[in-house]
């Protein structure tokens, strides 16, 4: 049947204190016609098919029954069930229920897709009372058994026709076969055919049909164009289109397509940001953000946004590729001409998709007809303000001019690296260095800074610093000569900040011994020997016997029992 009920107020359809307040908080007071047709009724306890266009206030006509009926969930168990088929229109049941839901100190929560599960994994385990679910993820998250529906009282299916078009529809039937059967049902769509006749035939028992068609006055004037242009310059066409609106969504047929559009439109200067199925979450809000707020001036997306995307003051949509149905074009262009405003609608239609663009206009009721674009017949083209340039960060005045001694001490690879350079400058390259001086390398730059902390420092060299170690030179003696003119090995000269106890120079093991170099090496500090040291010692080694194999018995006593490997993380079952 269809409603022509008179404006009521959500108090005299018997919504409770709370919800009348916190719908008054947000100026929201009279009703919609789908509001006054089915609240009541929910309320009730009737299973309810609402038919009503997006925008039409269906969220509150599902939503107050939901949040008035809920009880308390359980962990694992929530109470009410809402299923969306997108992400973005799960976040906004969510946005619109959750002042209602606090008002009657109930919890909402949201999962779906490109999100972290294991933080709706610890949601749910605190306990829900209002679940909001994509239906991939809340399978997924049945499948993992941190998930039940046996306690669900009210299930919300939105956007039902759109759940079919996109391939839910089988999971919708296996979610909702694991509720009771005496469960709240309420079924709401834009068409009752199909697809979704049978959801209602199969999961409502006697429910209650209300359709609301859509109003006059909530519908501007919008003008539709087919416009037919060579593949080559369909790109500069919608470009020189998109320019005079200063609000446009452009729906591409394919993810990659999408991509590929938004970048051909942002290198000719147009502000586009992209939303399709491939990006993540929170790279969808924050294009749909940009998109609202006005920082981006053309929302190119896949049929995704051409449902239960709420956006104000969209001038114009364009099909840059052909709807492919009615129903998708019909959805599509939903998004201009919203709230009584006027707005337009264009179809790009290259050569070879004429066939596909002749069937669909044939689909739609309108007479087959192309016409060549004319830019003279679209307004002139907008002027947007450029966005303000982040403020470059300011040079600290610390590290220029006179004041360069206090910039902090550079590393050991910037000290080589300036000192290589300056003695390449001073004609002191690597070819040009004595063999003493190509093998200890470093010691003339060493040598130069000495010199310089000497002048710095009243004549006191800075290797003379015993108490607080140094550079290379602080640590190592440079050998004795031998009779063939070439140096000892360089040995460790201890000093007071080495971590060699006194006299460990002095001790040489005996031939055969231990040749470790910790300290003690010839003993340990209770006498005993490094020989039976080395038997308390875990065998290892190509020399060392080879341990005992475990027998089979007694093969994984060391592992963690497996006991409980896979178990559910929920509560038990029963």
Known sequence: MTSET???????????????????????VNAFPIQVASIEAALAGRDICGKAPTGSGKTLAFGIPAVELSNRGTPWRPSVLILSPTRELATQIKDELEPLAKACDRSILTVFGGTNIERDIKRLEKGIDILVACPGRLEDLIGRRCCELRNVEIVVVDEADRMADMGFLPSVKRILDQTPGNRHTLLFS?????????????????PLTYEVEEQIGDVGDVEHSWYVVQPVDRVSSA??????????????????????????????GLTAVAIHGDRSQAQRERALRDFTDGRAQVLVATDVAARGIH??????VMHYDPAGSDKDYVHRSGRTGRAGQDGRVVSMVVEDKRKIARQLMKELGVKPGFEELDLDSFPAVVVRAKPKAAPKPQQDDRFSGDERDDRPPRGRSDRNRSDRGRANRGGNNRSQQKPNQRNNRGHRSDQDRNDQDRNDRGGRKSNDRDDRGGGRS??????ERRPDGKRTKPRRRPGSNDWFPPGYHDEKPARGGSKSKRPGAGSDR???????????????????PRRKSRNAKGRHADKPSSKNKGKRRGPKSG
């Open 6 to 28: 008179p404006s009521q107020t959500f108090a005299d359809l018997g919504v409770s204190d709370a919800i009348v307040s916190s719908l008054a908080e947000r100026d929201i």
């Open 190 to 206: 834009a068409t009752l055919d199909g697809d979704v006749d049978m959801l209602i035939k199969r999961y409502q028992n006697d």
């Open 311 to 316: 956006v104000d003051n969209v001038e114009l």
């Open 474 to 479: 602080d640590r190592f003696d440079r050998g």
């Open 239 to 268: 470009i020189e289109v998109l320019r005079r609106y200063d609000s446009s969504i452009v729906f591409c047929r394919t993810r990659r397509g999408c991509d590929r559009v938004a970048k051909n439109f942002a290198k000719k």
């Open 526 to 544: 209770d006498g005993r020997s490094s020989d039976d040291e080395r038997k308390d010692r875990p065998s290892g080694g190509r020399n060392s």
